[in-house]
Nanobody, 126 residues
Framework: ERLVESGGGLVQAGGSLRVSCAAPAFNFDDYVIGWFRQAPGKEREGVACISSSDGVPSYANSVKDRFTISSDPAKKTVYLQMNSLKPEDTARYYC????????????????????WGKGTVVTVSS
């Protein structure tokens, strides 16, 4: 498995959780890394993205100012810090990667990331 998510779990509304994505096969300078989520019965949603081409993270409006994407290139790991969690954040969270096309998070916006992990489930109770 090229992308392995971990850190999901059950948390109360208002709480925090950090999910991780181990990506040992990827050189972060060469790839765009993004998080998506999908709740049962709902469409997939891009949550956050980071690209080395411009270094500016992108976020869905629904998570802006609550979620933070970061990476540790030495550990080949990407993190998604989630604060002020809401029940509507409940979903399976997927880590994704795409070769850097020098268009920033373009592939993430388009939902056309090449590589996907199996996801980790986050459940936020009210």
């Amino acid at each position: 498995e090229r992308l392995v998510e971990s850190g999901g779990g059950l948390v109360q509304a208002g709480g925090s959780l950090r999910v991780s994505c181990a990506a040992p096969a990827f050189n972060f300078d060469d790839y765009v890394i993004g998080w998506f989520r999908q709740a049962p019965g709902k469409e997939r949603e891009g949550v956050a993205c980071i690209s080395s081409s411009d270094g500016v993270p992108s976020y869905a409006n629904s998570v802006k100012d609550r979620f933070t994407i970061s990476s540790d290139p030495a550990k080949k790991t990407v993190y998604l810090q989630m604060n002020s969690l809401k029940p509507e954040d409940t979903a399976r969270y997927y880590c994704t990667a795409h070769p850097n096309t020098h268009s920033g998070c373009g592939p993430w916006y388009a939902g056309t990331m090449d590589y996907w992990g199996k996801g980790t489930v986050v459940t936020v109770s009210s």
